[in-house]
């Protein structure tokens, strides 16, 4: 398998840059890069970042030696060419699975990354996910309730998100050719009218977007270095 990582995000609701930002002692973006590194299913790893940091995480995967890091390229000014970019530069095959992932979600695990990668083994295309336990309602532009939302069948989506190559690789072709806007890999490949199983995640494996999250990222890796 192929893992295209993205990092070509700005970090502005961080108000700092977040996969810089150190998290138990390493970067964030090297805790996303090791959990593919540790991985036996991963073959290689392709970075996409601003052009102006390339050189920055290939250093970083100098320092945290992450020998599966072939390629660091630029991005786009949005996150579907930043992950076209990668596909390209995956020089996969036919029979080759990629694995998408967010360089902003550290506590993946390689564990998550195969239970993933499993199901698209199954399906041809899977994708992380935990389902929704908050109760959800919707509000009116002022802030008040108008109504409820049934949580049941609603699910939080993730990375990785893995795909059989030609499949990813044929639904972002459309994204392009359309000029649609995708905000991730299954709303790529729900375009095309197929169908996408969810892999169930049932630990923590949340996105650092806000500066909190890096202390509540940070008492889950100790958390797991003492279980």
């Not at 109504?147 to 069948?153: E, F, M, N, T």
Request: net charge neutral; glycine share 6%.
């Amino acid at each position: 398998m192929i893992a295209v990582m993205v990092a070509a995000g700005g970090s502005r609701r961080m108000g700092f840059d977040k996969l810089s930002a150190d998290l138990a002692g390493k970067p964030v973006a090297a805790h996303s890069l090791l959990a593919f590194e540790v991985s036996a299913k991963v073959d290689r790893i392709v970075l996409v970042t601003r052009e102006e940091r390339i050189a920055e995480f290939e250093a970083m995967g100098r320092e945290f030696g992450v020998t599966k890091l072939a390629r660091v390229v630029a991005g786009g000014s949005e996150r579907h060419y930043s992950v076209w970019n990668g596909l390209q530069a995956a020089e996969a095959t036919v029979s080759d699975y990629v694995a998408v992932h967010d360089a902003a979600r550290p506590l993946v695990t390689p564990g998550v990354i195969e239970s993933c990668l499993a199901m698209a083994e199954r399906h041809g295309a899977a994708a992380c996910a935990a389902p929704v336990a908050d109760t959800l309602k919707k509000a009116d532009a002022a802030g008040a309730v108008i109504g409820s939302v049934d949580r049941a069948h609603l699910w939080a989506m993730q990375t990785p998100q893995i795909f059989l190559w030609p499949l990813l690789e044929r639904a972002y072709r459309q994204v392009l050719r359309t000029e649609t806007l995708v905000t991730d890999e299954v709303s790529a490949i729900q375009r095309l009218g197929l169908s996408v199983f969810l892999s169930p995640v049932d630990e923590p494996n949340f996105k650092i977007t806000v500066p909190r999250d890096l202390e509540l990222a940070r008492l889950v890796i100790e958390a797991r270095a003492t279980a």
